[in-house]
């Protein structure tokens, strides 16, 4: 369990959130110009590492917005937060 | 229009802890970004909607709960039909927003006394420490893993909003909680 800051109402706990898997995935702009493959690739295939990652959150019970997390996995240290449609922080 | 069944949840007395089901009531929600829904619902409502997150608003007894940067939630006794239809010509018909009555989805069970806090605590991950010396403040969190909105009206008087299908097993779960305090 830890604690997640959402960008609208504040710290939360996390049994608030549900995860939304790896951020920053962006859709191809011609899907049907794709292989199999690479389909499969955009739609399943994810890092899942363990360390720093790039996540998509969603506060289920609390505001219900979508936001962006880089968490530390193996140790669940939250690096930032920030709104979808900003940039990651640099540091 | 508002009297259809409630579940049966009569008032309760504990130590220090008075339960009570706050029905009918109208409650709508309002959704909406732009300046003139602001504008809009401020006058129609007589109530600035809150921008700052986990507050609320309250003249007379209309209450504005801030839910998101972009939702509110409405309720009060003072709530009528032409406020409802003023609401839905000026905002809902002209696209600047939404306006969704929502009267029957939550059950408004008032909570007051010293031991709210206390039995709130034993199954809500949300942290009541500052929540609980501050009035006017609303958060929308769990209690025994079934969504709530809690809003503060006064010092250790709650009103909490829960959806009618779980409003039942909640009540039966806050009664449980209490008698062990």
Redesign the interface.
Known sequence: MFIITCPFCGERDQSEFSAGGEAHIIRPKQPTELSDDEWADFLFMRKNIKGVQFERWNHAHGCRKWFNVIRDTSNDKIHAVYKMGEKPPSD | MLNINFPKIEKKDYPNLELNLVEPIHKLNLRGKNRDFFTKAGRILSIMLPTE??TSATIKSISALW???D?WMIYGKDIDKNLMLSLDSEISKLNLGSVTDVSDQWVLINMRGKNVFEVLSKGS???FNKFKDTKNVT????LNHV?VILHQNDTNNLDLFVRKSFSEHLWLWINDSSRSL
Do not use: A, H, R
């Not at chain 2, 958060?139 to 769990?142: A, M, R, S």
């Open positions: 997150p986990n839910l998101s940067p939702e991950p949300f942290d958060v929308q969190t769990l969504d």
